[in-house]
């Protein structure tokens, strides 16, 4: 940290002068750098506010009167993996780029949109821009993540992706879901030619729709929501 009362050089001894040079040209060299702003101030100069967090370059106004921060109200952080946005008040808006052609998106360490090469999930309500204002015009798209055979248990999980399909390969229950949150999700499920009946969990609030059979080829769309302590599903066969 580097300021001076003032940046007028009198006229003095050598020595003395020199210091005066010195302290200047640290101020100037520092941006005046400090917590509290410098005692000598004109238009257009520069501080470097080291008791702001984060500390903020400012400048001072043409009437001499005040501050204007020049890094505020966003500053901006980019490396190889991720884009940070810092607003004045401190909270982030971070967009992380994942392996596998992914990213997701939080602000103040909440998780608001995500998307991996196999899906998306959406978290919080985001039906206005809140830049314009006004209301998003467009959705998303995903490819159904592909959860290959159910086994004898088959348990839904949003955690890549809201859209998921599924080979009927045995006989199964359909298990609830327990991810933490409220969602929906498709299912899709397809029987094989080793298809075998299929029992809902008693776990779920209630189950709704058509009738599973075991015919290879018949295809089956779920409907799956979950929310707070309701789970509900929907069967609804497709042939």
């Not at 080793?194 to 779920?222: C, E, Q, R, W």
């Amino acid at each position: 940290m580097a300021q001076t009362t003032s940046f007028a050089i009198a006229n003095d001894s050598g020595v003395a002068v020199r210091a005066r040079i010195n302290e200047v040209l640290a101020a100037l060299a520092s941006s005046n750098a400090g917590p509290v702003a410098p005692a000598s101030t004109a238009p257009g100069m520069l501080w470097f506010d080291t008791a702001a967090t984060p500390p903020t370059l400012r400048r001072r106004n043409a009437a001499n009167d005040g501050w204007e921060a020049e890094r505020d109200p966003v500053r901006t952080y980019i490396d190889s993996a991720r884009v940070t946005l810092r607003s004045a008040d401190g909270a982030e808006t971070v967009a992380d780029f994942l392996a596998g052609s992914g990213c997701y998106l939080r602000h103040a360490n909440v998780n608001r949109i995500w998307t991996t090469a196999t899906g998306a999930a959406i978290y919080g309500a985001l039906a206005v821009d809140t830049i314009n204002g006004a209301a998003l015009a467009g959705g998303f798209t995903a490819t159904a993540a592909n959860d290959g055979n159910t086994g004898t248990s088959y348990r839904p999980d949003p955690g890549t992706g809201n859209l998921r399909k599924v080979a009927n390969s045995a006989a199964f229950t359909l298990e609830v879901p327990t991810v933490v949150g409220d969602y929906t999700m498709l299912v899709l499920v397809t029987n094989s030619a080793t298809a075998g009946a299929v029992t809902i969990s008693a776990s779920y609030t209630k189950a709704f729709g058509d009738p599973f059979t075991t015919t290879n080829g018949h295809m089956f769309l779920l409907t799956v929501v979950k929310i707070g302590t309701v789970r509900t599903v929907t069967v609804q066969a497709l042939q």
